[in-house]
């Protein structure tokens, strides 16, 4: 009899933690599901080490509560159940670690203290040396000025002195001067410089215009239940990560194949390119990964 009260008490206890553990539930239900450790990982983006911390409980590698409870989401939203009595039940571990803010600022480094005493007197030194220099230039631009202004006054100055000691000039003389000048043959204007006819802009070489776009294809989503789901098309750019809502429909465009992953593969309808796609062949237990379109199929 006492050891049957025993036992009892022991499944309780175990059930009473699997209820409080959120780590336990998740592994409980990846087993089900018959996913490797190596699978989540993949599918969660994160390190075959992590989700074993996740379902062991083993919270302290992890920098802090927010990136905890961002993992339980992404693997209860895998899993295809419900994220909330994951949170509850790690909040109530009562576990709290550093903060995000408080790591983020513990690895900026401080400033420097700067001797203000140093920093004045370089700056006085820098200012005397800025004036000096203005001054100097100012004062070569006025001297130069007056150079040119008293070299100007002598050269008009000789001009007139030499005008008014020419001796004076005969009427025979100036008469013989005009004849002479109206003798002498005028000078041909200089004709216009006539400047090239405009060319005609050549027209664009045939083939030489550019690219036209590439063509994408679509894909097609519509949701019966909830499910995660993750797509990325050839060009590496990751099209869909979320969890797609029971009811809702997504059009998506890329380039062709598409790596697809989905986390309850039988809730989700694919279209690709207007065709219905059948994506049973490729589920294992609820979760489905697979490539459409190219090679893929």
Known sequence: MANIVTDIEEVSVEEDNRGRLPG?????????????????????????????????????QFPAPLFIRAYLRKYAALLSIPEAPLIDAFENMGLEGPSLQAELTSSIPRPRR?????????????????LALVWLFAGDR???????SASSTQIAGSDEESFLHEPPVSLQEAAAALDMEDSAPAEEAPQAVQSPPPQAASAPEPGLGTAPAPVLDRLLLQFNDDSWVEITDARGERLFFDLGRAGQSRLLEGEAPFDILLGNAP???????????????????????FKLGGEGG
């Open 267 to 289: 809730a989700v309808q694919i279209e690709y390119n207007g065709e219905p796609y059948n994506h049973k062949r490729f589920n294992r237990k609820n979760v489905a990964r």
């Open 142 to 148: 006025d001297e130069e000025a007056v150079v040119q």
């Open 24 to 60: 336990l539930r998740l592994r409980e239900v990846r087993e089900q599901r018959g996913l490797s450790v190596a699978d989540v990982a993949a599918a969660l983006l994160l390190t075959e080490e992590q989700i074993r911390a996740l379902e062991e409980n083993d919270f302290k």
């Open 114 to 130: 700067i001797n203000l005493e140093l920093s004045a007197g370089i700056l006085v030194v820098v200012g005397v040396l800025i």
